[in-house]
DNA sequence: TGCCCGATTAACT
DNA sequence: GTTAATCGGGCAA
C-alpha cells in the first residue's frame, strides 16, 4: 500500500524534496493525480517570492513545512506551491504539471476542456482542475482535503531550466518525469 | 500615489 | 509568432 507523505518529508532541503515528489499523488477533495512536474524555489535565490522578505502574500512560505502556499498569477491564475525546510527558511515547491488519475469528469467540467492532456498540463490549469483557490492558502498537505501519496517503484527524473523566469533563470531546479506526456513543457536533451 | 512587471493562459495573426 | 486579461508587490517620486 502507498505510504502518505507527512511534514518530515517536506522538512529537508528543497532541492532534495522537489525529484522526490515526481510520482507521488496528490488528491483535492479525490481529485487529482501522479505529479509529473515541479520546480524548486529558495529565498537566497531573486525569482523567489520570498527573497525580499516577509509580506502578506508570502506568510505562509516563512512557516513550518507541509503546508500549502497558493498565489495569484499574472492576476488570473492560481498557483499551488509546498513549503519545505524548516521554518523560517522560506522554501517552497511549485507544482506545475499532474498526470490525472482521479475526478476526470470533474476536472474537464472545471477546465472547460475535454482533452486528458490539457487538464493539468500548466500551474494554473491543474489549479483550476482542481479546484485550488486562495481558501486553501496555509492550510496542512497531511489533512482534507489534501491527499498526498508516495510515490511507488521507480521514476526516472530529469532536471533542467526553471520556465517563465526572468532572474536566476540558469539555475536548473525544474524537475520532471522523463518523457512524461503531461508535462507543461517537455525538457531539452 | 503611480507605474511597471510577473513562478500564465488562451486566443489571436 | 504576438497580445490581452487582470491585480498585488516593489520601487521611484
Not at 502507498?2 to 517536506?10: I, M, N
Not at 504539471?97 to 477546465?111: C, F, Q
Not at 500551474?123 to 501519496?149: I, M, Y
Not at 532536471?159 to 518523457?179: M, N, V
Amino acid at each position: 500500500m502507498p505510504k502518505r507523505l507527512t511534514k518530515s518529508f517536506f522538512g529537508r532541503s528543497v532541492l532534495a524534496v522537489a525529484p522526490d515528489l515526481i510520482g507521488a499523488t496528490l488528491l483535492v477533495n479525490g481529485v487529482g493525480g501522479r505529479l509529473v512536474e515541479v520546480e524548486a524555489y529558495h529565498h537566497t535565490e531573486p525569482a523567489a517570492h520570498s527573497f525580499r522578505g516577509l509580506t502578506p502574500r508570502n506568510a505562509v512560505m516563512f512557516g513550518p513545512p507541509g503546508f500549502v502556499y497558493v498565489y495569484r498569477s499574472y492576476g488570473i491564475h492560481w498557483c499551488l506551491n509546498f513549503v519545505c525546510e524548516p521554518a523560517g527558511s522560506a522554501s517552497a515547491v511549485l507544482i506545475r504539471a499532474i498526470e490525472p488519475t482521479e475526478g476526470l469528469a470533474t476536472m474537464r467540467r472545471r477546465r472547460g476542456v475535454t482533452e486528458e492532456r490539457l487538464l493539468c498540463s500548466g500551474p494554473g490549469r491543474l489549479c483550476q482542475a482542481l479546484g485550488v483557490t486562495s481558501k486553501h492558502n496555509g492550510l496542512a498537505l497531511d489533512a482534507p482535503p489534501f491527499e498526498l501519496w508516495a510515490r511507488q517503484g521507480a521514476v526516472e527524473v530529469v532536471a533542467g531550466p526553471r520556465i517563465g523566469l526572468t532572474k536566476a533563470a540558469d539555475l536548473p531546479w525544474r524537475y520532471g518525469e522523463k518523457g512524461s506526456r503531461f508535462l507543461s513543457k517537455p525538457f531539452a536533451g
